[in-house]
């Protein structure tokens, strides 16, 4: 859904409210990327959270941030990504009329 490299402290890529369907769990577990190393005055990590990711197909209870599920990096890093939730397959209906709403008002 996203990847950044490493941002300088103040200056942080955001992804925030997304709505994002992959069509499968990807190969790293991982629906974004970014360097997870500790972070500094030159290695920020992007302000996320509140982000609707939908896993088309494959067990999406895998699928987070860092190596590690959604679950364990929001208990291992606290306001991290608040409110960002890993679900299974869309329903096309739903992905259609959330997308008229958008575009349409």
């Known amino acids: 859904c996203f990847g950044v490299v490493g941002q300088v402290q103040g200056h ?7 709505t994002c369907i992959v069509n499968g769990v990807p190969s790293n577990n991982e629906y974004g990327s970014f360097d997870c190393s500790a972070q500094n005055s030159g290695n920020q990590w ?6 609707t990711i ?3 197909s494959g067990d999406n209870s ?3 941030l860092c190596g590690k599920s959604e679950a364990d990096f929001q208990k ?4 991290a ?9 869309p329903d096309n209906a739903a992905i259609i ?3 008229k709403k958008l575009l349409m008002g």
């Open 76 to 79: 291992a890093n606290p306001s």
């Open 97 to 99: 009329a959330a997308a």
């Open 81 to 89: 990504d608040t409110g960002t939730t890993i679900n299974g397959a």
């Open 46 to 51: 992007p302000k996320l959270g509140d982000n």
């Open 12 to 18: 942080q890529d955001a992804f925030y409210n997304n």
């Open 62 to 64: 895998k699928v987070g």
């Open 54 to 56: 939908y896993v088309a």
